[in-house]
């Protein structure tokens, strides 16, 4: 029943764009795999095999961290209204901050979030679909905005802090380079 192609067509764009929620998941050689569920409008499609997505401040900062060893990522997207089906973008995935040139030209292209940390730019070598039919039917109602509202009473900072506290190493203890060396 899944389909593969090569590159992400208009028809899954639309289906991505159209979904108020994705799931990022990455792992390193060792250690535990990550699997992040993520919204707030944080993703673009910048073409037939590229993505990238904000990644705001939160409690880990597991996905920086494997991706600077293994670059591998998938993002899913589920259909939780309307025809079923799920999209998988497959690929590899360089973490830029904000101390890298890179960043305001990709910031520009997403929301003004508080708390934004990285931009990850994935390189899409395989979209996959599936049916999705197992995936239950639920009424979206808003997005949350308790992390939005943590972030933005803080100061910048106040957040670099965090990140010096909290977001330094991953779960396995391995550093994510969230501040510069």
Not at 99 to 114: G, N, T, V, Y
Request: charged share 20%; proline share 4%.
């Amino acid at each position: 029943m899944g389909k593969q192609f090569e590159a992400i067509s208009d028809k899954h764009q639309q289906f991505i764009e159209n979904q108020q929620m994705f799931f990022v998941a990455t792992a390193a050689a060792e250690g535990r795999v990550n699997v992040s569920p993520k919204g707030m409008d944080s993703l673009r499609i910048l073409g037939e095999n590229r993505a990238i997505w904000l990644n705001v401040t939160g409690s880990g900062n597991e996905t920086a961290c494997h991706i600077s060893s293994h670059p591998r990522m998938t993002l899913m997207f589920c259909a939780f209204e309307g025809a079923p089906m799920t999209l998988r973008l497959y690929g590899t995935a360089r973490v830029i901050h904000q101390r890298d040139d890179e960043w305001q030209e990709l910031a520009a292209l997403l929301p003004d979030l508080p708390g934004a940390r990285q931009i990850f730019d994935l390189s899409v070598d395989l979209v996959q679909t599936s049916c999705g039919m197992s995936v239950p039917l639920y009424d979206y109602v808003d997005q949350r905005d308790q992390l939005y509202n943590w972030a933005d009473r803080k100061t910048p900072e106040q957040i670099e802090r965090y990140w010096h506290d909290r977001n330094q190493t991953s779960i396995d203890g391995v550093p994510t380079g969230i501040l510069a060396e």
